[in-house]
T-cell receptor, first 115, second 111 residues
Framework: GAGVSQSPSNKVTEKGKDVELRCDPI?????LYWYRQSLGQGLEFLIY????????KSGLPSDRFSAERTGGSVSTLTIQRTQQEDSAVYLC?????????????FGPGTRLTVL | SQQGEEDPQALSIQEGENATMNCSYK?????LQWYRQNSGRGLVHLIL?????REKHSGRLRVTLDTSKKSSSLLITASRAADTASYFC???????????FGTGTRLQVTL
């Protein structure tokens, strides 16, 4: 079956512009996660959605970052007024359930470059 | 923030040799997972070990967990060139479902 897909695969933007990154999880997966990977910070958790529960936003680095998940499926991560330090690979993952005992399936990521 | 450290940061071996990577973490965990990453993009889940388990096997992979030392190791036996990748440990703590990753080990397997 299809895995987690993300778009775009690469995004170059100018400092101060807004960007939207999209994630399509595996069908039937109720949990969806966003992480980012950068040279300086390694792999970091950003936000987690589970069903209709309030998302866990504890990893979002600033209020410029927001995410939504529509209809319990597709998710969009929005970064407003991008800064150069936002440059990173943004990874989306999904899993079957809310428990942390489930493996997470990752998408190929979106490489964001802020000039 | 990252849960812990992995060592070595980089490892270069020849095909057929075994590769051992270590992971240390800081807080009590529910489980620990190992992931592989090729070419700096998507991660692939390898194996999950729960906090009440001490050892787990999957094919050529063997994972151990020592909760008293807050450490885990990943052994890849009879390595192949295709095993060349970065390997990350990740922990799940408390009731949270998010993964907290280690710093990763870059493995290079040469012919």
């Amino acid at each position: 079956g299809a895995g987690v897909s993300q778009s775009p695969s690469n995004k170059v933007t100018e400092k101060g512009k807004d960007v939207e990154l999209r994630c399509d999880p595996i069908s039937g997966h109720t949990a969806l996660y966003w992480y980012r990977q950068s040279l300086g910070q390694g792999l970091e958790f950003l936000i987690y959605f589970q069903g209709n529960s309030a998302p866990d936003k504890s990893g979002l680095p600033s209020d410029r970052f927001s995410a939504e998940r529509t209809g319990g499926s597709v998710s969009t991560l929005t970064i407003q007024r991008t800064q150069q330090e936002d440059s990173a690979v943004y990874l989306c993952a999904s899993s079957l359930g809310r428990e942390g005992y489930r493996e997470q399936f990752f998408g190929p990521g979106t490489r964001l470059t802020v000039l | 923030s990252q849960q812990g450290e992995e060592d070595p940061q980089a490892l270069s071996i020849q095909e057929g040799e075994n590769a051992t990577m270590n992971c240390s973490y800081k807080t009590s965990i529910n489980n620990l997972q190992w992931y592989r990453q090729n070419s700096g993009r998507g991660l692939v889940h390898l194996i999950l070990i729960r906090s009440n388990e001490r050892e787990k096997h999957s094919g050529r992979l063997r994972v151990t967990l020592d909760t008293s030392k807050k450490s885990s190791s990943l052994l890849i036996t009879a390595s192949r060139a295709a095993d060349t990748a970065s390997y990350f440990c990740a922990t799940v703590t408390g009731t949270a479902s998010k993964l907290t990753f280690g710093t990763g080990t870059r493995l290079q397997v040469t012919l």
